[in-house]
């Protein structure tokens, strides 16, 4: 009942903008909260040369989004920072398994207050507060998970209270420049927006899933000739400069399959 009557708030919040067929030049997006930087750059740039298209943008956690657009909020193109929320969509008929690319590939780190000094993750455990996104909602959360529960820490910290959950990831990297914890993981493209916080370290990729982006198009967005041409466009060299400026790098792994 929580879960409906969160996702009908949602659906309500988002329909003073959102709901009702697309309009004309309308590109209604759903990205990850850790994209929300270099999306709008892109989306700026890309509208350029599209005086009337208009970019209606909702930024959040993978999963969150995806609940959203599995309740029925109007969505055309979904970038999730895993592959886990975009199958869940496809098995839900709310995108289309065909229309799904990779679109780039991210690394998970461990920032904090520079005084710290924290150098692995075996340094971890004699810290008091640690962030991290909601594992069930966050993909960072969750790759931040795996790693822990590759090293035996997880379950130890959860029930020690030494974990913060945090909304999204970029909420986690505010309580690592706040000082209100002793550490975040988020990704190496959050951590180069921090002023305060520094990395300490990279979290090694065996420890966890890679962190690749897929985007795709909903049902709806593959019948919208902007989003479609926005999806083309954030393949383009262009693009991934932007991307890359950003931190992101292009996927190292083959297109998305289902699993």
């Known amino acids: 009942m929580k879960r409906f009557l969160g996702c009908l708030f949602a659906i309500l919040l988002l329909s003073t903008t959102l709901c009702g067929p697309t309009q ?10 850790s994209m929300t930087d270099a999306i709008k750059e892109l989306a700026e740039n890309f ?24 309740a029925g909020a109007p969505a ?29 590939q991210n690394l998970l780190v461990f920032i904090g207050a520079p005084q710290r000094g924290v150098k692995g993750m075996a340094d971890l455990d004699r810290l008091d507060r640690i962030a991290i996104g909601s594992p069930n909602s966050v993909p960072a959360g969750r790759y931040a998970r795996e790693a822990l529960s590759a090293k035996g820490l997880y ?18 990297l505010m ?10 993981f988020v990704y190496r493209t959050d951590a180069l927006l921090a002023r305060q916080a520094v990395i300490h370290f990279e979290v090694p990729g065996e420890l966890h899933s890679a962190v690749v982006y897929p985007a795709g198009l909903t049902v709806e967005g593959a019948l919208n000739p902007d989003a479609v041409a926005f999806l ?21 792994e083959p297109p998305i399959t289902h699993h």
């Open 155 to 172: 379950d130890p910290m959860l029930s020690s209270g030494k974990l913060i959950l945090a909304k999204d990831v970029r909420q986690a």
């Open 76 to 104: 055309d193109l979904f970038i999730s920072a895993n592959s886990r929320w975009v199958d869940y969509l496809v098995d839900q008929k709310r995108l289309s398994r065909a229309e799904v690319r990779p679109l780039v």
């Open 175 to 184: 309580y690592a420049e706040r000082g209100e914890v002793d550490g975040a």
């Open 47 to 70: 509208s350029r040369s599209r005086r009337d298209l208009h970019f209606i943008q909702n930024f959040a956690a993978s999963g969150t989004l995806a609940r959203q657009i599995d």
């Open 24 to 33: 004309a030049g309308e590109v209604r997006l759903f990205a990850a909260a």
């Open 232 to 252: 083309n466009y954030l393949q383009t060299p262009e693009a991934h400069e932007v991307l890359e400026k950003f931190g992101f790098s292009k996927p190292l």
